[in-house]
């Protein structure tokens, strides 16, 4: 099973960005899949995160900006960040839990600057 996660980049602040993670391999289905990001000298924390039956969760510093949401048939996990602030810089990591295993993608840099 491999995480492929993508979307990163740079954008000024007030802008945009959606990410996505797709997962492929021999999988049954996502159970729960989150986003973590962890940014320079900081310790990784959890950014948002989505249950099998789409109950959400968000880090208070995202809430009302971000939405993460999944497509099941797609076995795609997405993350919409709006509004962007500076301190959003950070590699974004997504996560998910396949059967009884976690498994971590790659990070996805997402740079908020003018």
């Known amino acids: 099973v491999q995480l492929q996660a993508s979307g990163g980049g740079l954008v000024q602040p007030g802008g945009s960005l959606r990410l996505s993670c797709v997962a492929s391999?021999?999988?049954?289905?996502?159970?729960?899949a989150a986003w973590y990001r962890q940014a320079p000298g900081k310790q990784r924390e959890l950014v948002a995160a989505?249950?099998?039956?789409?109950?959400?969760n968000y880090a208070s510093p995202v809430k009302g900006r971000f939405t993460i949401s999944r497509d099941n048939a797609k076995n795609t996990v997405y993350l919409q960040m709006n509004s962007l602030k500076p301190e959003d810089t950070a590699v974004y990591y997504c996560?998910?839990?396949?059967?009884?295993?976690?498994?971590w993608g790659k990070g996805t840099l997402v740079t908020v600057s003018s």
């Open positions: 996560n998910a839990l396949i059967a009884t295993k976690v498994y």
């Open positions: 391999g021999s999988i049954g289905s996502i159970n729960t």
């Open positions: 989505v249950t099998s039956r789409d109950y959400t």
